[in-house]
C-alpha cells in the first residue's frame, strides 16, 4: 500500500495513542450511567470530571465553567442562540466577523430570521479583524461579540485580548470558536476576558463528535437541551463518557507537548513555505505570516484551479484541502479568501495545508517535487498561462 501524506489537520487529526488507550475501557467494561448512585456509575462521573478539570486548567478557568458538547458546531450554536435569547430585552444586535467558520454564520443567518441583527466586521488583507470597524459597530443594541481565536482556512489569529478588552469596555459579552487554537496556542480565558468560548476534541487529536462550551460562571444561561439534569441542568442527555474521557487525555497531551510541537511544526511549514514559494512562480501565501497557526499554510496558485490540484494531488497520496471541508464539493469560493480582497480567480486557485506533529521533512519534499509538477502541468493547459509565459521569455 502506498503511503498516505496527510496534510489536513485543520479538518481534523488523529486520536492520539493515549487517548485512545484512555477511552476504550468505557466503551464496553466501564458502562456505567455516569447519573447513577452505585460506584460503578459514579467513577463514570469521577471520569468525566477530571476531563473538565484538565480542560479548565488548560484554558484557565473553573471547572464548573466547562459544558460538554457534541462539538464545535453545537457550542457555536448554543453560544450565539442562547445569548441572543438570554439577552433579548437589552437588544438584538451581533457583532462578528466574515471570516468566522459556517458554525457561527449559519447560526447568525438563522438569527437574522429571528428579528436579530448581525454586523458582519470585515479583515485586512492580512486577514486581521478591522478593530476599529468592529469598535464602531457598537451600539446601545449590543448584545454580542464573536471572534474566532484562530481561522480554519488560512490559520490567521486574531488580536483576542484587545477584543476582550474592547467588549468589557462596552459592557458586551465576548465569546470566541477557539476550535482552531485550543491544544495548538496558549489561550486563556480569563487573561483575554473571553466570556464563552468554543472548543472541539477532534481538532487537537482527541475523539470526533465531543467538544465543550467555556461559559463563566456568572451568566445566567437556562437550559439549552432539556432533559435530564445533567452539566448542570444546562445540557440534558447521557454523557459521551468515552468521547468526554478521550478529549480530556488529548487536551493534556496537547499542553505538555504545545510548545515544542509548534516549534518543530512551524520549522517545516516555513520551510514548505519558503520553497514553494521560491520554486513555484506565480504563487502566493494567503493571511498573515506572523499571527498565523504555526501547522497553517494557505497557498494561492494563479492559473491553477484548487480543485484539479486537489485531485491531482490525491493521486499523488496527498491529503489537502481548499478552504473549510464544509465548502469542498462546492463551487463557490472561499468566503475567507473573498473577505481577504482576493480576486475570485486567485480565491478558486488556493490551496489549505496542514501540518501534524508527525509531519516529516521528507513528506514535505515529496509534497514539494509533486505540487511543482501539478502546477507546471495545469498552467501548460491555461490559454493565460501560456500568452503570459510567452511575454516574459527572456
Ligand atoms: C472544525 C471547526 C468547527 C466545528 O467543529 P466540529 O467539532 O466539527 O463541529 C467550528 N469552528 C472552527 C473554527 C472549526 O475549525
Redesign the pocket.
Known sequence: MRNMIYLDN?ATTRVSEGALEAMLPYFAEQYGNPSGIYEFATRNKKAINRAREEIAGVIDCNPAEIYFTS????A?NWALCKVAELMREKGRHIITTKIE?H?ILHACEWLEKQGCRISYIGVDEQGMVKLDELERAITRDTILISV?TAN?EIGTIQPIMRIGQIARKHNILFHT?A??AVGHVPVSVRKCGIDLL?A?G??FNGPKGV?FLYMRNDIPMSSFIHGGGQERGRRAGTENVPGIVGMGQAIKEAARMMSQRAKQEQRLRDYFMNEVLRRIPYARVNGSRRNRLPNNVNFSFQFAEGESILIMLDAKGICASSGSACTTGSTAPSHVLMALGLPEELAHGSIRFTLGQDTTKEEIDYVIDELEKIIAQLREMSPFYTELSGENKK
Open positions: 485543520a462539538g464545535g458546531s453545537e457555536d467558520h458554525a474566532m480554519n470558536d476550535v482552531q468554543s472541539s477532534h481538532k467538544g
